[in-house]
């Protein structure tokens, strides 16, 4: 049986009279790679940080990594793996000391640190580039380094909020080979993006709509549901129903 890492029942957060998350039901499993989509202001944002339990829900449940988001977030930051669009890296230290630092914050032992940063900087072609200060370093070699630090763990799950923004095709489409390998060693990875074509790589894909899931299902699924050539039909068939534009 494939285990989730995953899982939510009528999880909703509320800011006053405002309901930014309505109700969600989520289920991902082991090694998927998941697609969370929305318009700014459907809600994607609030209901990430409640799975990184970075924001307690108002109602309802959910559990990421085995751990309640609402009574063990602590647990649920240990298992998982953060990239966003800004990458985190800090830009005064050097390519190695990066990869040391976030491994020590996330508790890697140290005698497996320095084993693991030359394999790591060797899979993604850095090793010539260790010694070298991260702001010196090219975009797309930034956004490779910032994807290993977040994975460095072997984390259940790996958050990545809009991790290509930015960064031209060629780039991206070599971005999600590392994706594809995290997923084959059974990572599970949860991913926003508004780039439609990479809705395509995930193994399956919800669509928020003002705070609720409207959609979820294959990607291939939801183009024949929606009678759509592409995920990008898809999704503005869905965001044409929004009625909201509040950030979420």
């Not at 999704?235 to 979420?248: I, Q």
Request: charged share 25%; hydrophobic share 40%.
């Amino acid at each position: 049986m494939i285990s989730k890492v995953i899982e939510t029942r009528n999880l909703t957060k509320r800011f006053g009279d405002f309901t930014a998350v309505d109700n969600i039901n989520l289920d991902v499993f082991k090694g998927e790679i998941f697609g969370f989509l929305g318009a700014n202001g459907a809600g994607k944002t609030t209901a990430m940080r409640m799975l990184c339990g970075l924001s307690k829900p108002t109602s309802g449940q959910g559990f990421v990594a085995g751990f309640d988001i609402a009574r063990q977030q602590e647990d649920v930051k240990k298992h998982i793996g953060y990239m966003s669009q800004k990458f985190s890296l800090y830009e005064d230290l050097k390519v190695w000391e990066n990869i040391r630092l976030f491994a020590g914050i996330y508790r890697t032992k140290n005698h497996e640190i320095a084993a693991k940063t030359d394999s790591v900087l060797a899979k993604i072609g850095l090793s010539s580039e260790r010694n070298a200060l991260v702001k010196k370093i090219p975009l797309g070699w930034k956004q490779k380094l910032a994807f290993s630090v977040a994975v460095f763990h072997n984390p259940a799950i790996v958050f990545l909020d809009e991790p290509t923004g930015g960064v031209d095709p060629v780039t991206r489409r070599r971005f999600w080979e590392l994706i594809y390998e995290a997923a084959a060693d059974g990572i599970t990875v949860f991913v926003t993006t508004h780039y439609m074509d990479e809705a395509e790589y995930c193994n399956r894909v919800s669509i928020m709509v003002d705070g609720k899931i409207e959609a979820i299902d294959t990607p291939q699924h939801l183009r024949r549901q929606f009678n759509a050539n592409n995920m990008d039909e898809v999704f503005r068939k869905l965001a044409r129903k929004a009625e909201r534009n509040d950030n979420g």
